[in-house]
């Protein structure tokens, strides 16, 4: 995390939450939903619903925005994704996982962030033919862009991928894909 975020932090340590107002899709592009885009549906539909308006929102293009977001962008105790900006926590909608992996020629895997992953621990396949690695950095989907190195790495025997429903992938890697949803669920219920 930035210096300049701590000091924000600590400075006004008050600052309410927000939520709805960031996603993080498939292919690891950030995108802004402001009130209108919120109110026309949600950033992504939960697996199995049949049907759902998305409402995706602006993509973000400035590369040092993006860079900001990538070295303040953390997890909560609830497993609930989040950017850090300044002394305001702006949870991120998910898509999919909270990484989006690249996979390397040389074998290296990095996060959408620039991040190392670390080793490859686990590896699974959705019904949809989607593939996820669980890394020492956490529970990500490759990249559509991948699928040719990491068919490599199946067929060399680096990795073994088992099957998985993409609706069990939360509770499978300690995530909340909407922490919108999660808020607005406790919120009501009050």
């Known amino acids: 995390m930035d210096d300049i975020v701590k000091a924000a932090m600590a400075k006004w340590p008050n600052v309410p939450h927000c939520y709805g107002w960031l996603g993080l899709d ?3 592009q950030w995108f802004m939903r402001d009130d209108s885009i919120q109110a026309a549906g949600p950033f992504a539909c939960e697996p199995g619903e049949s049907s759902c308006a998305v409402a995706k929102g602006s993509l973000l293009l400035h590369d040092k925005l993006i860079e900001f977001i990538h070295r303040n962008y953390g997890r909560d105790e609830m497993g609930q994704w989040f950017f850090q900006n300044g002394p305001q926590r702006v949870y991120v909608e998910l898509e999919i996982t909270p990484f989006i992996w690249r996979l390397q020629p040389d074998a290296r895997v990095l996060a959408h962030t620039g ?40 067929e060399a025997g680096s990795w073994s991928p088992q099957d998985i429903r993409s609706k069990d992938l939360p509770a499978m890697g ?17």
Do not use: N
């Open 174 to 190: 300690a995530f909340v894909r909407s922490p919108q949803r999660t808020f607005k669920s406790a919120f009501m219920a009050v």
């Open 115 to 154: 991040q190392s992953a670390g080793r490859v621990q686990r590896c699974w396949v959705d019904e949809l033919g989607r593939l996820y690695l669980q890394t020492e950095l956490g529970l990500g989907l490759v990249h559509t862009s991948d699928m040719a190195l990491a068919a490599d790495a199946v």
């Open 26 to 28: 498939a292919r690891g």
